[in-house]
């Protein structure tokens, strides 16, 4: 645990998402084992929230779909424990501060993620300045803390929020909220090399990557790229075959 960046060592990484409990626990464990077979590196398994206000109509619909199947922070664990048995992939656990604040003490929550075989977390609406509880709670257990950054987000502050960050950063690279979209935005470039120069760590971008040409332009600025709402709305309305083949077909590595 605690080894997200030894992913980025001598390659582009490949992030895909999977919100635990979409279609019953047992479909979500099927598609991380479908990522792993298909050489995706990590896999960002989404606790489902009810006020999910980062994400866009694709994942709010997922997590939507778990709650209906009484998903908790805890049989996200237990989704992940059991993947872990069989594949060393990465997981970072992708969730709101809400669940974890409501399961209990973050010293305990984290030891027992650290034990189901979390690598990192990432907390959507942790503001950085308020997160040392939290990234204590996670570093004494090797879990990598991982930080959000934004196209809005100053100078000053990147440099802040990569200090504090471990194992890779995350750069989320359109305001508003996560969903497919044809074209980045103005200043994309820029803001990835504005993040490369003040910190080495290892950055990988999301937020509205929709195919492979999308990604092959991130991999030629960043170290990784990030797809999920395509992802998920394909297994959910598509089936298992076309989901199994937009995973091969994404990957421009």
């Known amino acids: 645990m605690g080894t997200i ?103 305990a929550f984290f030891k027992e993620a650290s034990a189901c075989g979390v690598d990192g977390c990432l907390v959507v609406d942790l503001p950085i300045e308020e997160a040392a509880v939290y990234h204590q709670a996670c570093c004494d257990v090797d879990i990598d803390p991982i930080y959000l950054i934004a196209p809005s987000t100053p100078t000053e502050r990147i440099k802040l929020i990569a200090k504090q960050g471990r194992g890779m950063l995350y750069y989320a690279c359109r305001k508003g909220v996560t969903g497919m979209r044809d074209a980045f935005p103005e200043g994309f470039v820029e803001k990835i090399a504005e993040i490369k120069a003040i910190t080495d760590l290892p950055l990988i971008v999301g937020f509205g990557i929709a195919n492979k040409t999308m990604a092959n332009d991130v991999l030629t600025h960043a170290d990784g790229f990030v797809v999920a709402s395509l992802l998920v709305q394909t297994a959910h ?16 590595r």
């Open 5 to 107: 960046r030894d992913v980025f060592k001598d390659k582009k990484a490949y992030i895909t998402f999977v919100t635990a409990g979409d279609g019953g626990l047992e479909k979500s464990l099927a598609m991380m084992n479908a990522y792993a077979e298909r050489g995706v590196d990590i896999i960002e398994v989404g606790v489902p929230f009810t006020d999910p206000v980062a994400d866009g109509p694709v994942l709010q619909a997922a997590a939507l779909r778990a709650l209906e199947h009484d998903v908790s922070l805890d049989d996200a664990l237990l989704l992940i424990k059991t993947f872990k048995q069989s594949h060393s992939t990465k997981v970072v656990l992708f969730t709101y501060l809400n669940p974890l604040l409501q399961h209990g003490p973050l010293d």
């Open 237 to 252: 309305e598509k089936g298992d075959a076309a989901f199994k083949k937009l995973i091969t077909d994404l990957d421009p």
